[in-house]
């Protein structure tokens, strides 16, 4: 498969209706706190809105609120990867990416034959404290060297002025939060993506 190069990750619906129309192709739902009603009513509104706008929803950790609500793409990070029923999401024809942080990590997605890997903190993220860290450029290059023709999404810390450096290291889509959701003017900071990664 082929992932679009910018894949914004967003909190909420709200969210994802706000920025899905400047043209964004490819975004993932990452709820956070929720009930479980509340996640499968955003799932729903976020899965009927991207389809609407011809933009591929991928939903964070729930996967059986993916399987319930029609979502076509599900992520997945290592401990939720340990207690997903992997066999009922390929049934259900659900793609699948899987987050992976190091070698041990990598090998654990590989078996469980995803769709995409992520890898990450590619750069000091402040988001949220992460035990790892950041992992540079050379293990972009590791894990394209690793991973073949399966595609591989950078995440953590990347910002428009990055963008080039990890895409010619290897990554074929970046994962992008805190760049555009902390910015004077989010919309317009997705734009700037938008144009910049469509001319490469």
Not at 62 to 68: G, I, V
Request: charged share 25%.
């Amino acid at each position: 498969m082929i992932l679009e190069r910018f894949y914004p990750i967003v909190p909420d619906v709200g969210w994802l209706e706000r920025i899905v129309p400047l043209g964004v192709k490819f975004v993932q739902l990452r709820i956070k706190d929720a009930s479980p009603a509340d996640v499968a009513a955003q799932a729903k509104r976020a899965n009927a809105f991207c389809r609407q706008h011809g933009c591929t929803l991928v939903l964070n950790d729930y996967w059986e609120a993916a399987l319930d609500g029609g979502v076509g793409f599900i992520h997945l990070g290592q401990e939720d990867l340990r207690d997903a029923d992997l066999e009922a999401i390929k049934l259900a024809g659900v793609k699948l990416g899987i987050s992976t942080h190091d070698a041990a990590e990598l090998d654990i997605a590989l078996a469980a034959e995803p769709d995409y890997v992520a890898l990450g903190p590619i750069y000091e993220t402040k988001l949220k404290a992460m035990p790892w860290l950041p992992q540079g450029i050379d293990k972009v290059k590791e894990w394209r060297l690793r991973l073949g023709k399966l595609p591989l999404v950078a995440i953590g810390g990347l910002t428009p002025e990055r963008a080039a450096g990890v895409l010619e290291a290897g990554a074929d889509s970046l994962a992008v939060i805190t760049d555009f959701f902390t910015a004077p003017d989010p919309e317009a900071r997705i734009e700037l993506w938008l144009r910049q990664l469509q001319t490469r």
